[in-house]
Nanobody, 114 residues
């Protein structure tokens, strides 16, 4: 399974970005899909997950600002990021749990800076 993340870039504080994740295999029966992020010299952080049934969970640091969604027909997962802060700067990875096996995408860099 390949997960291709895209949509990262440079954005001003307070701005928005939408990340996309394209899966090479149907996501219909995945246990969940989600996004992690990693800042150098810090631990990886789970940002948001969405279950097969559409349930969602978010890191406290992004609640109310980020929205995760999925389109099973297109095998796509999205992360709408609003009110971005410099602390959101990181490499964002798409993840997918296929029958208990976790797959990771290659990451897309998000930089929030003035």
């Amino acid at each position: 399974v390949q997960l291709q993340a895209s949509g990262g870039g440079l954005v001003l504080p307070g701005g928005s970005l939408r990340l996309s994740c394209a899966a090479s295999k149907s996501i219909f029966n995945t246990n969940f899909m989600g996004w992690y992020r990693h800042v150098p010299r810090k631990q990886r952080e789970s940002v948001a997950v969405i279950t097969n049934g559409g349930g969602t969970a978010y890191a406290d640091s992004v609640k109310g600002r980020f929205i995760i969604s999925r389109d099973n027909a297109k095998n796509m997962v999205y992360l709408q990021m609003n009110s971005l802060e410099p602390e959101d700067t990181a490499v964002y990875y798409c993840i997918g749990d296929y029958s208990g096996t976790m797959y990771w995408g290659q990451g897309t860099l998000v930089t929030v800076s003035s």
